[in-house]
């Protein structure tokens, strides 16, 4: 059988939680012949390219096709386009080496994608870990372009066809904060539709070191010149190509 679904994962220095991140895709309840599992790792400087290759020795037991690609550091929407780039699958499951996708998130995704024509994104609700004691539930709203514009109502970890990413040239890599909402933006200006799961269906790991809230204790300054940015050309229509 032929691969539909390629699950991206990148990795930037997360050796404590990167082999939780990849169990969580190997333990998915989807066929284990019409998925792959592609670990990007960009540059770590920490132990994560051998706990990667340790937990994909021992922990596939399913025997998911699975490939690590090791690169120099650029950022995580470089990542992403090289995780892209070696993906067979017609659709993309983006999961941050910091968190995890929960048991049914790839079928419930590709059930989405498939309700209907012109779907370019699937995304759903998340269950934000604060700490080994506390959660809380992440609400989204349904999709809507004047709410894209106005905030990225898109979770992050989310599904999308490959056909969607080409269509817009794949992720800009001169964006360093907030690649993915450009890229939402470019896809859904394409006009693809974006649908939301109300389920939730990964876990959000909320870390100081996280790289959103890096950039906060930061004052936001990139976040904002970038944001600024992202919007102004998508709707003047010079978006990235």
Not at 38 to 53: L, N
Not at 115 to 126: C, Q, T
Request: aromatic residues 10%.
């Amino acid at each position: 059988m032929s691969i539909d679904v390629s699950i991206v994962i990148t990795n930037y220095n997360h050796e404590d939680l990167i082999s939780d991140a990849i169990q969580s895709a190997f333990a998915q309840n989807y066929p284990e012949d019409k998925f792959e599992v592609i670990v990007v790792d960009d540059g770590s400087s920490d132990r994560s390219v051998d706990i990667i290759k340790k937990t994909i020795a021992e922990k596939n037991q399913r025997g998911i096709s699975c490939t690590l690609i090791e690169k120099e550091n650029g950022g995580t929407a470089s990542a992403r386009n090289a995780g892209v780039k070696n993906a067979s699958g017609k659709y993309i499951g983006f999961l941050d080496g910091d968190d995890m996708y929960l048991q049914e998130k790839t079928e419930m995704s590709v059930k989405a994608l498939e309700f209907g024509p012109n779907i370019g994104i699937a995304y759903s609700d998340y269950v934000t870990k604060w700490s080994e004691t506390e959660n809380s539930l992440t609400f989204k709203f349904p999709y809507a372009w004047e709410s894209l514009v106005h905030e990225c109502i898109i979770s992050t970890n989310s599904f999308v066809t490959k056909e969607a990413i080409e269509s817009v040239g794949g992720f800009d890599e001169s964006i360093r904060i907030i690649e993915d909402y450009d890229l939402w933006l470019r896809i859904c200006l394409k006009g693809y539709m974006a649908r939301h799961i109300p389920q939730h269906l990964f876990i959000y790991n909320e870390r100081p070191t996280n790289k959103t809230n890096t950039e906060k204790s930061k004052g936001m300054n990139l976040f904002n010149k970038e944001s600024k940015y992202i919007k102004e050309r998508v709707l003047s229509g010079e978006y990235y190509v």
